[in-house]
């Protein structure tokens, strides 16, 4: 059975928001020594997986995406990136969203990365 191009996009979209994903831009991101930036994503992730146990059936993709996408885009500080990374982030809540078909899964995952995105960076500037 052949997979339509679309289900295939929205499928490779996905690798964006997952936990590889996730992790490869850490372990980047120690190499090249960038604590604060480090301490952000560390924290973001910590709140991820907490905040997964507290708000059952969320998109975790789009929860950890959020956060790479905030974090990352405050890191490179450059206008064209955020834009580029804004673009794929919203491309995969539209993947979410047409392989999932549930608004509410979607949001859910918006929550938990939004509030992962404000407590890596408020946790940050306290550790600091």
Excluded: C, N
Aim: charged share 15%.
């Amino acid at each position: 059975m052949k997979r339509s191009w679309l289900k295939e996009t929205a499928r490779d979209l996905f690798a964006f928001g997952s936990t590889p994903f996730y992790f490869l831009v850490i372990i980047r991101a120690i190499i090249g020594k960038y604590d604060v930036f480090v301490y952000q994503m560390a924290i973001g992730a910590i709140a991820v997986f907490i905040l997964y146990f507290l708000i059952k059936d969320s998109s975790m993709h789009a929860a950890r995406s959020l956060v790479i996408v905030v974090f990352t885009s405050l890191f490179y500080k450059a206008v064209p990136y955020a834009i580029f990374a804004a673009l794929i982030w919203i491309l995969l809540l539209i993947s979410v969203y047409y392989i999932k078909r549930k608004i509410g899964y979607v949001i859910r995952g918006l929550i938990i990365g939004a509030v992962s995105s404000v407590a890596g960076y408020y946790g940050t500037l306290y550790l600091l």
